[in-house]
């Protein structure tokens, strides 16, 4: 995780070339924007364009999807990965990483590319647990080189708006549909 800041720089750029869109909800040709529920934008990874974050993905995510996979046969054959900034005040409403017709995402991933985040400045990442009515929650502020791994299928997660923009590498370790 030492390279998280040459991350940071790298999602910068990008961000101010205007290589990253605006995140929806849903897949094609369901898709579609909701900035009242999620204000993200992303950018998909890929070799050309984010070099830096394929090769974290290749070297120190395919570590742990291997480990992942020896210690509780997930069955778990690749990552589906974005770069996402979250603009000033903008959140992304209690969710879970499923998606309604497959079952591939099977483990949740961030890496938080945020310098010096304070906790006065938000932009928790809240896991909850129990049923949908509870509100036993897990903050977890968006610090640089900070790794949460958790159940895309069974973890409900909101992203709480920040003081200031926050940046991530997330996605998905994911088996074959």
């Known amino acids: 995780m030492a390279h998280w800041r040459a991350l940071a720089v790298e999602a910068e750029q990008l961000w101010a070339q205007g290589a990253f869109h605006e995140a929806g909800i849903g897949r094609d040709p369901a898709r579609r924007l909701q900035a009242r529920v ?30 992942l996979n020896a210690s509780a046969c997930l069955g778990l054959f ?8 979250y603009p000033m005040g903008t959140r992304y409403a209690r969710h879970l ?3 309604r ?3 591939a995402r099977q ?4 890496l938080y590319l945020n ?13 909850y647990r129990g049923p949908p009515s509870a509100d036993a929650r897990i903050p977890i502020l968006p610090r640089g080189g ?4 958790y159940a895309s299928a069974d973890t409900p997660h909101e992203v709480r708006p920040a003081t200031r923009a926050r940046l991530s590498l997330s996605g998905w370790l994911r088996r074959r549909a």
């Open 146 to 149: 900070t790794l949460v791994l």
């Open 115 to 127: 310098a010096d985040w304070q906790s006065t400045e938000g932009g928790e990442l809240c896991l």
């Open 97 to 99: 990483d499923q998606l």
């Open 101 to 103: 017709d497959t079952q």
């Open 38 to 67: 999620r204000g993200d934008y992303t950018l998909w990874l890929d070799r050309q364009q984010t070099p830096l974050a394929c090769q974290f993905v290749d070297q120190e995510l395919e570590a742990v999807r291997c480990a």
């Open 78 to 85: 690749e990552f589906e990965g974005q770069l996402a900034r």
């Open 107 to 110: 483990v949740s991933v961030v």
